[in-house]
């Protein structure tokens, strides 16, 4: 079974900031691990994810990752925050490509301070 | 393109009513699930589907009753509600291959009095 923990409920940057969300997970197979923003009253947006190949990968809106095995982590980064960058993020683990089922970490709520 | 489509958005239910929420996909994905949202648990899956016919168990799936008669229609039953079900759920679609990864759906906010 594959689990998922983001460390920190909530992190505040100034804009124009770095914006830096941790992931880290746990599975028995090498997993796909995904990354999603969820805007206030809105469903669940793909940012990026990780399958196989490079393992820094990049998505929407500025943001990637890079997926570190030795760590099992798969941290989000962007370099630059903007205002429009606040919202909840969840990072989601699966155990490869015949597994549907996705867990989800708890999320990490982002503000942006002008 | 619709995507995932979910009905309805809000609901108010009464302890003991049962209703279906209702969630259809317009991509010819084979995968479907269902997951519920609470403050500070992030996703959890409920029950989830590999293809028509075909349907499973998630991580949560006491109260809840799903069935998977076309590839486009994924509803989700509640048999007799309970406050500890509300909650926001998302409907979900999956694709394989270079398109694998779920889109979700706008979700249904469930009150339960």
């Known amino acids: 079974a594959q689990s998922v923990t983001q460390l920190g409920s909530h992190v505040s940057v100034s804009e124009g900031a770095l914006v830096l969300l941790r992931c880290n997970y746990s599975s028995s197979v090498p997993p796909y691990l995904f990354w999603y923003v969820q805007y206030p009253n809105q469903g669940l947006q793909l940012l990026l994810k990780?399958?196989?190949?490079?393992?820094l990968v990049k998505g929407i809106n500025g943001f990637e990752a890079e997926f570190k095995k030795s760590e099992t982590s798969f941290h989000l980064t962007k370099p630059s925050a903007h205002m429009s960058d606040a919202a909840e993020y969840f990072c989601a683990v699966s155990e490869g490509s015949n597994d549907y089922k996705l867990s989800f970490g708890a999320g990490t709520t982002v503000t942006v301070r002008a | 393109n619709a995507g995932v489509t979910q009905t309805p958005k809000f609901q108010v239910l009464k302890t003991g009513q049962s209703m279906t929420l209702q969630c259809a996909q317009d991509m010819n994905h084979e995968y479907m699930s269902w997951y519920r949202q609470d403050p500070g648990m992030g996703l959890r899956l409920i029950h989830y589907?590999?293809?028509?016919?075909?349907?499973d168990q998630g991580e949560v799936p006491n109260g809840y009753n799903v069935s998977r008669s076309t590839t486009e229609d994924f509803p989700l039953r509640l048999l007799s509600a309970a406050p500890s079900q509300t909650s926001v759920y998302f409907c979900?679609?999956?694709?394989?291959?270079?398109?694998?990864?779920?889109?979700f759906g706008s979700g249904t906010r469930l009150t339960v009095v």
């Open positions: 589907s590999v293809g028509a016919g075909i349907t």
């Open positions: 990780y399958t196989t190949g490079a393992t």
């Open positions: 979900a679609s999956g694709g394989t291959g270079e398109t694998y990864g779920y889109t």
